[in-house]
């Protein structure tokens, strides 16, 4: 796995949890649901959504490439796959998290 | 730096995350603030926030320890700090993100 198919994988993620809040049967979506609101404020709400979960996911990418903080603390994290390849460590999930969440 | 350090910077950021969404400057943060939600109803959209994020954080810090899918695949990737000791590679991260996502 290179860094393309991780951060690939993370976006995918972001899709799923935006369905699972938006129609899921979770606790949150229950809770979002609760809120009741009219369609103008749903979408809203939707698109709002949309862009923290960019935020976070994005963020969370970069601070595991050492490009980020996480916490408030920047650490030059290696990540690797199952067989010890190295998908990041310098700076190849910061690119893709850049090409895949904000172009 | 261990999977307890490394969860708890986790936590400190899902906070941070929190702050920023509902008193930040931000784009996301703002677009919040223009649902123009009653007190009763932004109480309910902070709470579903908690319940979302924890959940988002926690499938994360999972998924990077083999213990759950990340985009729909999962896979036993190994985390090592700049060192390049092991941060988790065999459930120290699942056994931490419970205890201080879930406990």
């Known amino acids: 796995m290179d860094a393309q ?3 690939a994988l993370w976006k995918a993620e972001k899709r799923l ?4 809040l938006r ?10 649901r ?8 749903s979408q809203k709400l939707w698109e ?3 862009t923290a979960l960019t935020d976070i996911f994005y963020s969370l990418l970069l601070g595991l490439d050492g490009a ?4 408030g603390e920047q650490h030059d994290y290696q990540l690797r796959e199952e067989g010890g390849s190295l998908i990041s460590g310098s700076g ?7 090409e ?3 172009s």
Chains 1, 2 share one sequence.
């Open 92 to 98: 190849e999930i910061e690119a893709e998290a850049f």
């Open 68 to 71: 980020a903080a996480i916490g």
């Open 5 to 7: 198919e991780f951060v």
């Open 48 to 50: 709002a959504m949309d």
């Open 17 to 20: 949890v935006q369905e699972e």
């Open 23 to 32: 129609h899921g049967t979770g606790t949150a979506a229950q809770q979002f």
């Open 34 to 41: 609760a809120l009741e609101l009219d369609e103008g404020q």
């Open 100 to 102: 895949q969440f904000h």
